[in-house]
């Protein structure tokens, strides 16, 4: 079993739709969480950390850890077409894990 | 300010050869960790540097090593190039006793081994 599990996509939806990208974590002893996004040829810019359980909400994006199901989600509301990149999730275990990655691509 | 600078951003390289990848760390940071990308993959650690020592080590053979100057700046060298060495180097720095999602990355290097 992967450490971070990530469904690779690809996600296609319209513009104005809420996405929902998803990950699962194997290792409960570390508690923080980034969700991170890549463009083409670019490297990963973090987008949004939590701790342990719980939201976080920062303009469009919101962050949701469950701790008792080892689930981490990002949700991204009115979606634009500039939100189209991959969405990499990662755990902190002194480094980085990271899932596969989720490609989205929003459509005018 | 300047984030984190990686050279060059490609290469192409020859099998069995070998490469050395460059990192300069965003100001204000000193620890540096390197991370290699697989098409359609999430980025894999490699290992981290911190004053000048390798402090952890993902699940890389010893063909690949490296060096932390003084400056911060670190190295990245892959000997015995293999095809699947191909991959989109990622050089990401923090601060080594920081906060624990202050991880900023460079664009990387895209290593095409033929």
């Known amino acids: 079993q992967k450490e971070v599990e990530q469904d690779p996509g690809p996600l296609s939806v319209p513009e104005g739709a809420i996405v929902s990208l998803n990950c699962t974590y194997s290792?409960?002893?570390?508690?923080?969480f980034m969700w991170y996004r890549q463009y083409s040829r670019k490297g990963p810019e973090l987008l949004m950390y939590?701790?342990?359980?719980g939201n976080k909400e920062d303009g469009r994006f919101t962050a949701q850890v469950d701790k008792s199901s080892k689930y981490i989600s990002l949700f991204i509301r009115d979606s634009q077409p500039s939100d189209s990149a991959t969405y990499l999730c990662?755990?902190?275990?002194?480094?980085?894990?990271f899932g596969t990655g989720t490609r989205l691509q929003v459509f005018p | 300010d300047a984030g984190v600078t990686q050279s060059p951003t490609h290469l192409i390289k020859t099998r069995g050869q070998q490469v050395t990848l460059r990192c300069s760390p965003k100001?204000?940071?000193?620890?540096v960790s390197w991370y290699q990308q697989a098409l359609g993959q999430g980025p894999q650690f490699i290992f981290q540097?911190?004053?000048?020592?390798?402090?952890q080590r993902g699940n890389f053979p010893d063909r690949f090593s490296g060096h932390q100057f003084p400056n911060y700046s670190s190295e990245l060298n892959v000997n015995a190039l293999l095809l699947g060495d191909s991959a989109l180097y990622l050089c990401?720095?923090?601060?080594?006793?920081?906060?624990?999602?202050?991880?900023?990355f460079g664009s990387g290097t895209r290593l095409t081994v033929v």
């Open positions: 990401a720095s923090s601060v080594f006793s920081g906060t624990n999602y202050g991880y900023t």
């Open positions: 290792n409960s002893a570390f508690q923080y």
């Open positions: 939590t701790y342990s359980s």
């Open positions: 990662a755990q902190n275990t002194d480094k980085l894990i």
């Open positions: 100001s204000g940071h000193d620890t």
């Open positions: 540097y911190y004053e000048e020592e390798e402090r």
